[in-house]
């Protein structure tokens, strides 16, 4: 199934959760959060959170800053 991520499609396999691509991009970690649909998706609904076909998922990186 294609998927966009951050403006560019990406092919997944068919039952992909949020959770598995982010261990696979190696963006499971602190400072990283998720909007799929323009929805952020809470950290502790990545791994249950069903990717679906045409799903538009944005990845945020938190900076510190003042």
Do not use: Y
Request: aromatic letters at 4%.
């Amino acid at each position: 199934m294609r998927v966009v991520l951050n403006d560019e499609a990406l092919d997944l396999a068919e039952g992909t959760t949020l959770g598995q691509l982010l261990v696979t991009l190696e963006q499971d970690k602190p400072g990283v959060a998720v909007a799929l649909n323009q929805q952020v998706v809470a950290r502790s609904q990545w791994g249950e959170q069903q990717l679906t076909p045409n799903d538009n998922i944005t990845l945020f990186h938190a900076i510190a800053g003042g």
